[in-house]
């Protein structure tokens, strides 16, 4: 009896589906600033939390994206049914489905703090585990020669990257203009439950394609834990590989995060109501996908620490073009608030994101193979402690300079510091090495 190979999955006629798996994968991904626009004004005008508690609550929330490197080397080390990457992915939408449709169908009254912030750590646990098998496949595919035979589906790093950077920006933009309708029409509650359905779905989609159609690469061994965490360990030793994240993670620690407090402020002080913020968010998202099309087609050829070296300093430029808008200096020159939060405030949103595309791209070059998994990973979780590390220094200098949820006198002052010490980190930037070509001639030389 001669074998063949089985068939695909009724409906899945892709005989490579790698495209449509991260397509939807980094499009959830971005989707999710819907509910979470949702739980901001939920807890404002809902549970009624001051600034500080509400941006504690945030940042408390991401604790699930620390661990991301222990995802990483369960996901590079343990297999399901022979699978190590599609079983995360769907693991981690049940877990994003079951957390917000709970948020949803609970009675708005019998909500509390502690109820609200298990679930959101539930829902940010799966999507962290689906983020790190995503984040995987890329860097897999990515790192594979550039000239792949004619009859396989191949893609460079950069153009990847630039693909599920488009998907996710394409879901971050419609989830913000929906949010921004839907917040005063259906309330938060409405929301979570349209968010969860749209992860139910991603769930039932994933559970039908076979990690083999992918077409990954082929690891000549499996290996447990224990070797996945010393492969992981050799990698870190590299410098060049130790010193930029290090950088990356040190340039967003330093700086204060003041989003809860400019939230608070957008919405409380300028009177800014829900569908303006979005499409402010929307604004930002659209930057972000204009952003993933001109790297592609013209700063690839730029040497990532000065193209990320640049990105740091037009940030530092936004903040203290904040302390103007504060201090009213545009308004008294006839540029209405609103224009400027819509414009300004919502490109700024996305600035810390737009130098992690050529980071991902520079470390996925670097990533030695096997441990895609768990380095980017460590790498995405160094984000996320960076940036919770800014958000309780931002809490911490609200409170230094004496801003609540009615007062905002020295909020400028605390932009002001925001921006030098966005300034700071340009000074040791160069602990980013320089980009390494792809070895697509390795065979003919």
């Given at each position: 009896?001669v074998?063949?190979?089985?068939?695909p999955?009724?409906?899945?006629?892709?005989?490579n589906?790698?495209?449509?798996?991260?397509?939807?994968?980094?499009?959830?991904?971005?989707?999710?600033?819907?509910?979470?626009?949702?739980?901001?004004?939920?807890?404002?005008?809902?549970l009624?939390?001051?600034?500080?508690t509400?941006?504690l609550?945030?940042?408390?929330?991401n604790?699930p994206?620390?661990?991301?490197?222990?995802?990483?080397?369960?996901s590079?080390?343990?297999?399901?049914s022979?699978?190590?990457?599609?079983?995360?992915?769907?693991?981690?939408?049940?877990?994003q489905?079951?957390?917000?449709?709970?948020?949803?169908?609970?009675?708005?009254?019998?909500?509390?703090?502690?109820?609200?912030?298990?679930?959101?750590?539930?829902?940010?646990?799966g999507?962290s585990?689906?983020?790190?098998?995503?984040d995987?496949?890329?860097?897999?595919?990515?790192k594979?020669?550039?000239?792949?035979?004619k009859?396989?589906q191949?893609?460079?790093?950069?153009?990847?990257?630039?693909f599920?950077?488009?998907?996710?920006?394409?879901?971050?933009?419609?989830?913000?203009?929906?949010?921004?309708?839907?917040?005063?029409?259906?309330g938060?509650?409405?929301?979570?439950?349209?968010?969860?359905?749209?992860?139910?779905?991603?769930?039932?989609?994933?559970?039908?394609?076979?990690?083999?159609?992918?077409?990954?690469?082929?690891?000549?061994?499996?290996?447990?834990?224990?070797?996945?965490?010393?492969?992981?360990?050799?990698?870190?030793?590299?410098?060049?590989?130790?010193y930029?994240?290090t950088?990356l993670?040190?340039?967003?620690?330093?700086?204060?995060?003041?989003?809860?407090t400019?939230?608070?402020?957008?919405?409380?002080?300028?009177?800014?109501?829900?569908?303006?913020?979005?499409?402010?968010?929307?604004?930002?998202?659209?930057?972000?996908?204009?952003?993933?099309?001109?790297?592609?087609?013209?700063?690839k050829?730029?040497?990532?620490?000065?193209?990320?070296?640049a990105?740091?300093?037009?940030?530092?430029?936004?903040?203290?073009?904040?302390?103007?808008?504060?201090?009213g200096?545009?308004?008294?020159?006839?540029v209405?608030?609103?224009l400027?939060?819509?414009?300004?405030?919502?490109?700024?949103?996305?600035?810390?994101?737009?130098k992690?595309?050529?980071?991902?791209?520079?470390?996925?070059?670097?990533c030695?193979s096997?441990?895609?998994?768990?380095?980017?990973?460590?790498?995405?979780?160094?984000?996320a402690?960076?940036?919770?590390?800014?958000g309780?220094?931002?809490?911490?200098?609200s409170?230094?300079?004496?801003?609540?949820?009615?007062d905002?006198?020295?909020?400028?002052?605390?932009?002001?510091?925001?921006?030098?010490?966005?300034?700071?980190?340009?000074y040791?930037?160069?602990?980013?090495p320089?980009?390494?070509?792809?070895?697509?001639?390795?065979?003919?030389?």
């Amino acid at each position: 009896m001669v074998s063949s190979p089985p068939p695909p999955p009724s409906g899945n006629s892709d005989p490579n589906p790698t495209r449509r798996i991260l397509g939807l994968g980094f499009w959830i991904q971005g989707l999710r600033c819907l509910p979470w626009m949702a739980v901001n004004f939920f807890l404002k005008d809902g549970l009624h939390v001051d600034p500080s508690t509400l941006q504690l609550l945030q940042n408390s929330a991401n604790l699930p994206m620390v661990g991301k490197p222990f995802y990483g080397v369960v996901s590079d080390a343990v297999y399901i049914s022979g699978q190590h990457r599609i079983p995360y992915i769907a693991i981690g939408a049940f877990l994003q489905a079951v957390s917000w449709l709970a948020i949803a169908i609970l009675s708005p009254s019998g909500i509390s703090i502690v109820t609200l912030s298990l679930c959101l750590l539930l829902s940010n646990l799966g999507a962290s585990i689906a983020e790190v098998a995503n984040d995987a496949i890329v860097a897999e595919i990515g790192k594979q020669p550039t000239s792949p035979p004619k009859n396989s589906q191949s893609y460079s790093s950069g153009e990847l990257q630039s693909f599920v950077w488009i998907a996710s920006s394409a879901g971050g933009v419609l989830g913000n203009l929906l949010g921004g309708i839907a917040i005063n029409i259906y309330g938060p509650q409405a929301m979570f439950l349209f968010f969860s359905l749209a992860v139910a779905v991603q769930l039932f989609i994933i559970i039908t394609v076979r990690e083999s159609s992918l077409n990954l690469p082929k690891s000549s061994s499996r290996v447990g834990i224990r070797k996945q965490l010393s492969q992981l360990s050799v990698a870190l030793q590299k410098p060049e590989i130790a010193y930029s994240i290090t950088w990356l993670a040190a340039s967003n620690a330093i700086i204060p995060s003041l989003t809860g407090t400019m939230f608070f402020y957008q919405t409380q002080y300028l009177n800014i109501n829900s569908s303006l913020l979005g499409i402010s968010k929307v604004f930002g998202q659209a930057a972000m996908l204009l952003w993933s099309v001109i790297y592609n087609r013209f700063l690839k050829s730029v040497p990532s620490k000065k193209l990320i070296a640049a990105i740091q300093g037009v940030m530092a430029a936004f903040m203290l073009s904040d302390v103007l808008f504060v201090k009213g200096v545009y308004r008294s020159m006839g540029v209405p608030d609103l224009l400027y939060v819509i414009v300004f405030s919502g490109l700024l949103e996305v600035l810390f994101f737009f130098k992690m595309l050529p980071f991902n791209i520079l470390i996925a070059q670097l990533c030695p193979s096997g441990c895609e998994g768990s380095l980017m990973a460590l790498v995405a979780s160094a984000t996320a402690l960076s940036f919770i590390v800014s958000g309780y220094l931002g809490v911490a200098l609200s409170s230094f300079v004496g801003v609540t949820g009615s007062d905002f006198s020295g909020f400028p002052c605390a932009l002001l510091i925001q921006a030098v010490c966005t300034l700071l980190p340009i000074y040791w930037s160069s602990c980013i090495p320089g980009d390494k070509k792809p070895e697509s001639r390795s065979k003919n030389e």
